[in-house]
């Protein structure tokens, strides 16, 4: 059974940072490309970022392009995000999701509240 | 960015019927059009990809259907289970997109 479980979200202060991590299991994690999207209180889904299986290719929304670096670590079956200089509407559920353009299986998510 | 925009934003509807959601792209995307199902508290589910393909586990009550730049989701006799969000989402364009949600309440 495919399981991603999220953790390191909390309550971060504006211009702080935070690194997100999401462990895999169940499937072949090294062979997969994998992404974070995420959602503010009340809102719709929004696509942060995405890796290749091999973590040499990488792409970003325009918009969180700078502030957010993704990373993998195959040996633990790990995926990461790096959020810096976090602004008030960074404030959201954030999901590991498997794959990229098509999200197949999700996370349960993990909440970051960006307050000063 | 590519935007896509759902209809409509609420829907109304009573078990055992058939209720459809549009979901339309502000350029061509071809197929490359996903649907998921979301309940509150909890992560989104695949339910469609490639606009009509259904994900392996979903009910064949749900059914997707469109091309180009307008796609629809439709959910035939509609059960107590499938009272949620939903969503679209792009995948031509390497800047993914969703639509703002359908929210599909109980009448």
């Known amino acids: 059974e495919v399981q991603l479980l999220e953790s390191g979200g909390g309550l971060i202060r504006p211009g702080g940072s935070l690194r997100l991590s999401c462990a895999a299991s169940?499937?072949?994690?090294?062979?997969?490309?994998m992404s974070w999207v995420r959602q503010a209180p009340g809102r719709g889904l929004e696509w942060v970022s995405s890796?290749?299986?091999?973590?040499?290719?990488?792409n970003y929304a325009d918009s969180m392009r700078g502030r957010f670096i993704i990373s993998r670590d195959n040996s633990k079956d790990t995926l990461f995000l790096q959020v810096s200089s976090p602004g008030v509407e960074d404030t959201a559920v954030y999901f590991c999701?498997?794959?990229?353009?098509?999200?197949?299986?999700w996370g349960p998510g993990t909440l970051v509240t960006v307050s000063s | 960015d590519i935007q896509m925009t759902q209809s409509p934003s609420s829907l109304s509807a009573s078990v055992g019927d058939r209720v459809t959601i549009t979901c339309r792209a502000s350029?061509?995307?071809?197929?490359?059009l996903n649907w998921y199902q979301q309940k509150p508290g909890k992560a989104p589910k695949l339910l469609i990809y490639?606009?009509?393909n259904l994900q392996t586990g979903v009910p064949s009550r749900f059914r997707g259907s469109g091309s180009g730049t307008d796609f629809t989701l439709t959910i035939s006799n509609l059960q107590p289970e499938d009272f949620a969000t939903y969503s679209c989402?792009?995948?031509?364009?390497?800047?993914?997109?969703f639509g703002q949600g359908t929210r599909l309440e109980m009448k």
């Open positions: 999701a498997k794959g990229h353009g098509r999200f197949d299986y």
């Open positions: 169940g499937f072949s994690f090294r062979s997969h490309a």
């Open positions: 890796i290749n299986s091999e973590g040499d290719n990488k």
């Open positions: 350029e061509t995307i071809n197929n490359f």
């Open positions: 490639s606009a009509s």
């Open positions: 989402q792009q995948s031509y364009s390497t800047q993914y997109t």
